[in-house]
């Protein structure tokens, strides 16, 4: 296997690690983790955006890392603070404790994407760059679909589901040791501090912003909107989120669907599609058929936008791809951070379907700063 498959494998099994278990799977568990903890709906928000607020220092802090030390080290660190913080989650016995070790191994989500960015740019042709960055990228459906039958086959027992989702982040800080190259550090003075904010970097973070905030409807209270709505116990929960993130492994296409469509309508569509499927997961209206559907569409078009930010911000900086990267998933995490305690809020002091509703609507206002002309063939300098 050549070293960009070796890479490329790897990359993918550490986002599925760091954002399908240590980020994302505390919203399946949550209606468990509630029962045992006696958490309220504001609460579960506050603690949901902390780990998105965790995200939000620690990929700014990666991005610095990564073209400053390499690539290699930063990827390890990343699966190391997956590992320690799914550890906490595990053991924690109170709602403080708890909120500390889920913003920890939120963090590691942060600290995964621009190493893995500045890594293919170092090693992968520039021709097949944008096609290996969105399918490490989709690593997050795989995580995500691969908790649900964890979730099934352990009936909620969520501490020993965090226990198992830690060694898995072990055995990929093993891997990225080996596979992820050290030789990534910037080599021009020009790669260093902040970007200038241009018209399309400034387009880029307000889409961002919305549409991170309008997906943490589901990936934070996606549990609890199926048992509320539907009755659902930890089984539906399981089956949501392999719905979820089987149908994300479609959103490896970003790359190929931009450079044959055009950003802009490519965003548009997937925009669409993420609020139908928050809508139709989340509404008194549902069934569970229209429920699985909703999951499905909301998966497939998260990891499609994720990946049309990777390209949209890759591109605005061609030669700092780590930072390109960051900017995009940085701000995604800033508005899933004002999103989930929001939406918390909102089930709270009125109902679950106005809550929903409400983000539904704020998806498609992601749309209406248009991106620029993107060039996938672009030559990135490693950062």
């Not at 760091?18 to 709906?41: N, V, W």
Request: some cysteine; glycine content about 12%; hydrophobic content about 55%.
């Amino acid at each position: 296997m050549s070293p960009s498959l070796y890479l490329g494998a790897t990359g993918f099994g550490l986002i599925a690690v760091c954002y399908g278990f240590a980020r994302f799977a505390f919203g399946l568990f949550l209606p468990q983790i509630d029962a045992d903890l006696s958490l309220s709906s504001t609460l579960s928000g506050l603690i949901s955006g902390g780990a998105f607020l965790g995200y939000c220092v620690a990929i700014v802090l990666s991005a610095y890392l990564t073209e400053r030390i390499g690539a290699r080290t930063v990827a390890i660190g990343a699966a190391l603070v997956a590992a320690v913080g799914m550890v906490g989650i595990a053991v924690a016995p109170s709602p403080l404790l708890l909120a500390t070790a889920v913003m920890l191994a939120g963090s590691s989500t942060g600290l995964a994407s621009p190493p893995m960015a500045a890594a293919v740019a170092a090693i992968v042709r520039p021709e097949r760059q944008s096609a290996i960055n969105t399918i490490i990228n989709a690593g997050t459906s795989a995580g995500v679909a691969l908790s649900g039958p964890i979730a099934l086959l352990l009936g909620g027992q969520w501490r020993l589901a965090f226990a198992g989702f830690a060694a898995a982040a072990f055995i990929m800080a093993i891997a990225a040791a080996f596979s992820v190259p050290g030789k990534t550090k910037a080599t021009s003075k020009t790669a260093a501090g902040l970007p200038p904010l241009t018209s399309d970097i400034a387009r880029l973070i307000m889409a961002a912003f919305l549409m991170g905030a309008s997906s943490t409807a589901l990936w934070s209270f996606g549990g609890q909107l199926v048992s509320h709505q539907l009755g659902w116990n930890t089984t539906g929960a399981g089956l949501l989120w392999i719905a979820i993130g089987t149908a994300g492994i479609l959103g490896a296409g970003a790359g190929t669907l931009v450079e044959r469509f055009g950003l802009s309508l490519t965003h548009w569509c997937f925009l669409a599609a993420l609020a139908s499927g928050i809508i139709l997961v989340g509404t008194s209206v549902t069934t569970p058929l229209l429920a699985l559907l909703g999951g499905m569409l909301f998966g497939a078009a998260y990891i499609m936008l994720t990946g049309v930010y990777l390209i949209w911000g890759i591109s605005a900086l061609p030669d700092r791809p780590a930072t390109g990267l960051m900017i995009g998933f940085l701000t995604i995490a800033i508005g899933q951070t004002a999103g989930a305690p929001l939406f918390g809020l909102l089930m709270d002091r009125l109902t679950a379907d106005y809550a929903v509703i409400t983000f539904a609507c704020l998806a498609f206002t992601a749309g209406l700063p248009r991106a620029g002309n993107v060039t996938l063939t672009s030559t990135p300098k490693a950062s």
